[in-house]
T-cell receptor, first 114, second 115 residues
Framework: DAGITQSPRHKVTETGTPVTLRCHQTENHRYMYWYRQDPGHGLRLIHY???????DKGEVSDGYSVSRSKTEDFLLTLESATSSQTSVYFCAISESQGMNTEAFFGQGTRLTVV | AQKVTQAQTEISVVEKEDVTLDCVYETRDTTYYLFWYKQPPSGELVFLIRRNSFDEQNEISGRYSWNFQKSTSSFNFTITASQVVDSAVYFC????????????FGTGTRLLVSP
């Protein structure tokens, strides 16, 4: 199994509070991703990183920011959580960005915004 | 734009039945890869297979087989003699050769296999 750890695994937070989710990898892969999974939508890309301090937006990036100060860590921050951000968040890593490269996923973080 | 459609939201079968999960994709890329992932009840996403757009040979791995047909833009997944452990949500995904080459997922098909 790919060495990907997400923390926390579960979180309940109040509307308007900031929340940070952490993804830690031990594979030294260059590429890291944050997805959210919602019923009827599958997995949608929030942000991704192609190296330390190199990040870019995905298709559903509004309300989220990311940071990557080390190869192994990729943080996802909800600046002011809203109920629409209640979801399951997955971190993924890949060794390269080639088409033939699969992504490996973490266990997911279930976030509930009340 | 790239799109993956899994029209079957949920399928229920009885153990030992064969079941096919449909995946239809759209892309303008000339070269691309298709993937299947499995999400068991425990929640993690498990990579199953990838297939490139130039290889239309069917692939078989044990009870699993995949049928890629470029003419119909489909990459269907068949489980033969299904087992309770096959119960999961299955996602089809596409990765093209333009832009960032991100993985685009379908909405998933939930497979329930009852004893």
């Amino acid at each position: 199994d790919a060495g990907i750890t997400q923390s926390p695994r579960h979180k309940v937070t109040e509307t308007g509070t900031p929340v940070t989710l952490r993804c830690h990898q031990t594979e030294n892969h260059r590429y890291m991703y944050w997805y959210r999974q919602d019923p009827g939508h599958g997995l949608r890309l929030i942000h991704y990183s192609y190296g330390v301090k190199d990040t870019d937006k995905g298709e559903v990036s509004d309300g989220y920011s990311v940071s990557r100060s080390k190869t192994e860590d990729f943080l996802l921050t909800l600046e002011s959580a809203t109920s629409s951000q209640t979801s399951v968040y997955f971190c993924a890593i890949s060794e390269s960005q080639g088409m033939n490269t699969e992504a490996f996923f973490g266990q997911g973080t279930r976030l509930t915004v009340v | 734009a790239q799109k993956v459609t899994q029209a079957q939201t949920e399928i229920s079968v009885v153990e030992k039945e064969d079941v096919t999960l449909d995946c239809v994709y759209e892309t303008r890329d000339t070269t691309y890869y298709l993937f299947w992932y499995k999400q068991p009840p425990s929640g993690e996403l498990v990579f199953l297979i990838r297939r490139n757009s130039f290889d239309e040979q069917n692939e078989i791995s044990g009870r699993y087989s995949w049928n890629f047909q470029k003419s119909t833009s489909s990459f269907n997944f068949t489980i033969t003699a299904s087992q309770v452990v096959d119960s999961a949500v299955y996602f089809c995904a596409l990765r093209g050769n333009t832009g960032f080459q991100k993985l685009v997922f379908g909405t998933g098909t939930r497979l329930l296999v009852s004893p």
